[in-house]
């Protein structure tokens, strides 16, 4: 069965650093999006990318995020100078073309960050 | 302010005990209510998406009914493999973003 995969599954990072977390959605899906839960707390939507560029973003998702999708597979989460309270599972999910209308999102396994 | 409230927050039965999650939302424009289940330490897996008021869905043991206010997660017949965290979230008219209830820890001791 298709799946989401995400890498790496943890990373450790200095405050203040820059970190990448990387994505490969289902294959022929389209929209591409990015959440995070905090541990202990509700998961909350960061932003969602269609056709090369950001269709939705949250007030979380502040200069210090960005997204890419730099080759036909991969979708990355770019956080630069990570605060203490970045520390959260970042999940990368997808859906096919029509978006949320197409009634599934999928999500990875996710990738654990914690800033010390 | 849109708003998706789980109960209860911790739920504890028996292996075999019948029961109901419950999700309220105070949204305007529902497109549409997921549900998912969550283990430990892992990613939402994808259950079910409800879209209008009288819909019900069935997977194995679990079944899921909306109403115009509410979702209801009935779980039929538990077993402990059943455990896990059941998470609500709405799909909002015109956006492209899940919001997401608290969720409800729910434990079967067997």
């Known amino acids: 069965e298709p799946e989401v995969t995400q890498t790496p599954s943890h990373q450790v990072t200095q405050m203040g650093q820059e970190v990448i977390l990387r994505c490969v959605p289902i294959?022929?899906?389209?929209?591409f999006y990015w959440y995070r839960q905090i541990l202990g707390q509700k998961v909350e939507f960061l932003v969602s990318f269609y056709n090369n560029e950001i269709s939705e973003k949250s007030e979380i998702f502040d200069d210090q995020f960005s997204v890419e999708r730099p080759d036909g597979s991969n979708f990355t989460l770019k956080i630069r100078s990570t605060k203490l309270e970045d520390s959260a599972m970042y999940f990368c999910?997808?859906?096919?073309?029509?978006?949320?209308?197409?009634?599934?999102?999928?999500f990875g396994e996710g990738s654990r960050l914690t800033v010390l | 302010e849109d708003q998706v409230t789980q109960s209860p927050e911790a739920l504890r039965l028996q292996e075999g005990e019948s029961s109901s999650l419950n999700c309220s939302y105070t949204?305007?424009?529902?497109?549409?209510l997921f549900w998912y289940r969550q283990d430990p330490g892992k990613g939402p897996e994808f259950l079910f998406t409800?879209?209008?008021a009288g819909e019900e869905k069935e997977k194995e043991r679990l079944k899921a009914t909306l109403t115009k206010k509410e979702s209801f997660l009935h779980i039929t017949a538990p077993k402990p493999e059943d455990s896990a965290t059941y998470l609500c979230?709405?799909?909002?008219?015109?956006?492209?973003?899940?919001?997401f209830g608290q969720g409800t820890r729910l434990t079967i001791n067997p």
């Open positions: 294959s022929n899906h389209l929209y």
């Open positions: 979230a709405v799909h909002l008219g015109g956006a492209q973003k899940l919001v």
């Open positions: 949204v305007s424009g529902l497109r549409g």
């Open positions: 409800l879209y209008s």
């Open positions: 999910a997808s859906t096919p073309g029509l978006g949320l209308w197409a009634g599934e999102l999928f």
